[in-house]
């Protein structure tokens, strides 16, 4: 399988007056075409602050980053937007759709970004909410606002899908709908997701899973029998 993005000896130093909080600590990790890996850790153990160096919205403090060949971390803001532009799809807990525009529309937003957008009826299809194209957000429950989400950080068609406690806010049925979305596009679509949750039992669905403490990779570990989506317990 290929590298899609490297990390080596990456550190994120926040200065806090006289004290240095090392968000994250010398990590050197890899992540790989079209898999799916989970990333678990209590509170303030450096899971979003990976997920935003990974994700070009945030530097480093030290160490490199590769976007396959591309050296991130020597490009400088240029390099890092069009990354961040067009490899990279993000969702968050609370779903950050526009209000003021239906699922269509918001989806389609993704065409003012990007050079190369899949086809947002398309995309709506495929998380199974066409019929709700015209609904704005306030008319959907918070599952179908987030495959939503989904929907449009997909239709930039990235090659990496970030997810920060994309199933936060939702009751089990909903999370196992919007979980087995994301599988679908690691599996099928071929790219590759990255999902952050404090739920461990997501962990069993994952291809991989890493697990940080303290600003540290603990470890990484290989699931060789990852669970379907549905048989996920929450
Ligand atoms: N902008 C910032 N300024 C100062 N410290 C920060 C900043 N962002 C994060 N930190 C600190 O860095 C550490 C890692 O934070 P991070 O948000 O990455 O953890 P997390 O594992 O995602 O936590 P949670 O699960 O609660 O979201 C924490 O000690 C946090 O307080």
Known sequence: MGVLVKGENVSKVYKMGEVDIYALSSVSFEIYD??????????????STLLNIVGGMDTLTSGELYYREKALHKG???LLTEYRR????????????MPNLTAIENVDLAREISQSPLNAEQMLDSVGLLARKDHFPAQLSGGEQQRVAIARALAKNPEIL????PTGALDSTSSREVLKILRKFSTEFKKT??????????????DRVMYIRDGKIEKIVKNENPIGADEVVL
């Open 162 to 165: 970030l997810c920060d406690e």
């Open 193 to 206: 997701v990255i999902i952050i949750t404090h739920e461990a039992s997501i962990a069993n669905m994952a």
């Open 34 to 47: 079209s898999e799916l890996l989970v990333i678990l850790g209590p509170s303030g153990s450096g899971k």
């Open 76 to 78: 400088g803001r240029r």
């Open 86 to 97: 067009d490899a990279v799809g993000f969702v968050f807990q609370f779903y950050n759709l």
